[in-house]
T-cell receptor
Framework: RKEVEQDPGPFNVPEGATVAFNCTYS??????FFWYRQDCRKEPKLLMS???SGNEDGRFTAQLNRASQYISLLIRDSKLSDSATYLC?????????FGPGTRLSVLP | DTGVSQDPRHKITKRGQNVTFRCDPI?????LYWYRQTLGQGPEFLTY????????KSRLLSDRFSAERPKGSFSTLEIQRTEQGDSAMYLC???????????FGQGTRLTVV
């Protein structure tokens, strides 16, 4: 089993749609979780941290289920500018492990 | 610009040559990470430093790869005797403290021909 797995994608959705990404991690000792966004041929940029209680930042909501070792990202009212690859990240000891990413294309 | 900076942005080299990349982290960050990313994949961990100490290395980091962070500031990643399979984006990231969010530089894209 890979350390961090994500929905294979790609996701093609119309503007205004709600889209959810799922991620699972294998290390039950992981404590920190993040979602990064990566545009084509650019570096990953931090989108949001994921907290146990769940957290929201505008149109973005992240959830963590420690028992199931599952993380999710919900994007509401998607915009064309949301088109990117979304990377799920968990800490493994003292480094971060990235998932393979899920590509999102928001269509006009 | 106070972000993470990497140099060069692009490097084309012939197979068998040595290359060296530099990363300047955010100044107050004590942790520095190197990742490698190929098309369609997420970044793969290579190594990380806390201050000047290299604390962990991935098995991906063969003996042709070496990284340093003298004085706990900038870091260099050297690849000796490059192979075509080394072609990738090499990303540097830094963070402050343990398991805090990491911020990435723009990467060095290596092409081995």
């Amino acid at each position: 089993r890979k350390e961090v797995e994500q929905d294979p994608g790609p996701f093609n959705v119309p503007e205004g749609a709600t889209v959810a990404f799922n991620c699972t991690y294998s290390n039950s000792a992981s404590q920190s979780f993040f979602w990064y966004r990566q545009d084509c041929r650019k570096e990953p940029k931090l989108l949001m941290s994921v907290y146990s209680s769940g957290n929201e930042d505008g149109r973005f909501t992240a959830q963590l289920n420690r028992a199931s070792q599952y993380i999710s990202l919900l994007i509401r009212d998607s915009k064309l500018s949301d088109s990117a690859t979304y990377l799920c990240v968990a800490d493994y000891g003292q480094n971060f492990v990235f998932g393979p990413g899920t590509r999102l294309s928001v269509l006009p | 610009d106070t972000g993470v900076s990497q140099d060069p942005r692009h490097k084309i080299t012939k197979r068998g040559q040595n290359v060296t990349f530099r990363c300047d982290p955010i100044s107050e960050h004590n942790r520095l990470y190197w990742y490698r990313q190929t098309l369609g994949q997420g970044p793969e961990f290579l190594t990380y430093f806390q201050n000047e100490a290299q604390l962990e290395k991935s098995r991906l980091l063969s003996d042709r790869f070496s990284a340093e962070r003298p004085k706990g500031s900038f870091s260099t990643l050297e690849i000796q005797r490059t192979e075509q399979g080394d072609s990738a984006m090499y990303l540097c990231a830094s963070s402050f403290g343990q398991i805090a969010e990491a911020f990435f530089g723009q990467g060095t894209r290596l092409t081995v021909v």
